[in-house]
T-cell receptor
Framework: GAGVSQSPSNKVTEKGKDVELRCDPISGHTALYWYRQSLGQGLEFLIYFQGNSAPDKSGLPSDRFSAERTGGSVSTLTIQRTQQEDSAVYLC????????????FGPGTRLTVL | KQEVTQIPAALSVPEGENLVLNCSFTDSAIYNLQWFRQDPGKGLTSLLLIQSSQREQTSGRLNASLDKSSGRSTLYIAASQPGDSATYLCAVNRYNNNDMRFGAGTRLTVKP
């Protein structure tokens, strides 16, 4: 497709379960970003990738959160032992390169932890 | 730490009115600033991007200004339409850094 896609669009899970969220960036975009948007709050930066490496992981809220990117394309964000406070919309974005070019966002994955 | 604030949090106007959304940021060392639109249940759409060396950008009925020294940006929407109803987010991108800091957004409602 022409845009950033994310799957699943919605995920409901029980507290304590692990979840994987997927992001397919725009073809040719080398930079990929993950953000979290909690109810009533602004977007919170989580992590970004340049190629397959993640120079900045400072935004990950805890060691239960991890992300990887393979082949310079698809990325997965994994949340282990989910907690209710992890409930949010997780947004992925991609851009042609690092350093500030326009980012294009996916529709997000709405995660609900019961 | 960069803090981005948007005022007002919500705004309701009648159709046809011109309006201004405000964004302020605490660290003036920015690479660029973007205004986004977010519709319910959807991702973000970039509206305007202003580089740190620029003062303003225009696209159709939208005009965004940037005053880096004072840490302020405004988004001006002319002749508002019901289709403009959405949440508008301001985000700043720092030098040598690839995370954008977002404001909490302004939820705009344009009444027919």
């Amino acid at each position: 497709g022409a845009g950033v896609s994310q799957s699943p669009s919605n995920k409901v899970t029980e507290k304590g379960k692990d979840v994987e969220l997927r992001c397919d960036p725009i073809s040719g975009h080398t930079a990929l970003y993950w953000y979290r948007q909690s109810l009533g709050q602004g977007l919170e930066f989580l992590i970004y990738f340049q190629g397959n490496s993640a120079p900045d992981k400072s935004g990950l809220p805890s060691d239960r959160f991890s992300a990887e990117r393979t082949g310079g394309s698809v990325s997965t964000l994994t949340i282990q032992r989910t907690q209710q406070e992890d409930s949010a919309v997780y947004l992925c974005a991609s851009s042609l390169g690092a350093g500030g070019p326009r980012q294009f966002f996916g529709p997000g994955t709405r995660l609900t932890v019961l | 730490k960069q803090e981005v604030t948007q005022i007002p949090a919500a705004l309701s106007v009648p159709e046809g009115e011109n309006l201004v959304l405000n964004c302020s940021f605490t660290d003036s060392a920015i690479y660029n600033l973007q205004w986004f639109r977010q519709d319910p249940g959807k991702g973000l759409t970039s509206l305007l991007l202003i580089q740190s060396s620029q003062r303003e950008q225009t696209s159709g009925r939208l005009n965004a200004s940037l005053d880096k020294s004072s840490g302020r940006s405004t988004l001006y929407i002319a002749a508002s339409q019901p289709g403009d109803s959405a949440t508008y987010l301001c985000a700043v991108n720092r030098y040598n850094n690839n995370d954008m800091r977002f404001g909490a957004g302004t939820r705009l409602t344009v009444k027919p």
